[in-house]
């Protein structure tokens, strides 16, 4: 069966970052050899699941057939949990896993709200302000020292204390972006910046993708109309130990 339309789009812009000829298979997982992957950090395995299969890289063509055998024992849903690789495969070190969700523009809620957002340069030192101030956890998995749009930011007495924005990724994606201080949390307000970061993905004709693990953030993302389609899950391999384990 074809792939709805958000979910095709999510597909191919995976396909693109796996940075080697893959296509999603109709059910189970594919695994294909691509030194160049950006699914993954440099030497990893990356493995995107999207819509009921999945797609994998490995960064040598040897570790394909040992790697596709392992997984072709896991149910597409187990795929991106850790503790289930660790059952099928020679796990040396973990990445994720991370909750992948898209939006069409219909399904767009703009929040409700009279608070002030103010568009700065991605580069403003008041956006740097909170940047630093916040933990190297929370900055790193904002991502908001990335983004290539402007910061939609809210002040309160004179402080940037949230902001959100978007990386621009390949395939016309948005890769959103959202960071809020620890004090102002739970107040709406990552809501309401990131609301303006996706009307200006969506303006563009990108499609907004949220990436992420904390339950918080994918509730905001679910607020504002998102879909979780899948997850996307990084392991380094000891690869010794697998073409040990894997088949010739």
Not at 138 to 163: C, L, M, N, Y
Not at 186 to 211: F, I, T, Y
């Amino acid at each position: 069966m074809p792939a709805d339309p958000l979910t095709a789009r999510a597909r191919t812009l995976w396909q693109t970052i796996a940075a080697a000829p893959v296509t999603f298979p109709d059910s189970g997982v594919r695994v294909v050899a691509s030194p160049g992957s950006r699914m993954c950090p440099p030497g990893w395995v990356g493995i995107v699941a999207l819509g009921g299969s999945a797609i994998a890289t490995v960064p040598a063509e040897d570790a394909v057939a040992p790697v596709q055998h392992a997984l072709d024992g896991i149910d597409t849903a187990s795929l991106t949990r850790p503790e289930t690789l660790r059952t099928a495969l020679p796990v040396a070190s973990v990445l994720g896993p991370a909750t992948l969700a898209y939006l069409a523009e219909d399904s767009f809620v703009l929040p409700r709200s009279d608070i002030a957002v103010e568009p700065l340069a991605p580069d403003h030192p008041d956006l740097r302000a909170l940047l630093a101030s916040a933990s190297a956890d929370d900055a790193d998995e904002s991502g908001i020292d990335e983004i290539t749009s402007p910061a939609f930011t809210v002040r309160e007495h004179g402080k940037v204390v949230a902001a959100a924005g978007y990386r621009t990724w390949p395939a016309a994606t948005a890769h959103l972006c959202v960071l809020t201080a620890e004090a102002a949390r739970g107040r709406g307000l990552a809501k309401r910046v990131a609301a303006a970061a996706v009307g200006d993905a969506l303006a563009a004709s990108l499609l907004p993708q949220w990436r992420a693990r904390p339950a918080a953030s994918r509730r905001v993302a679910r607020a504002l109309g998102f879909q979780e389609l899948g997850n996307q899950l990084s392991v380094a391999l000891d690869l010794d130990r697998l073409a040990e384990s894997g088949p010739a």
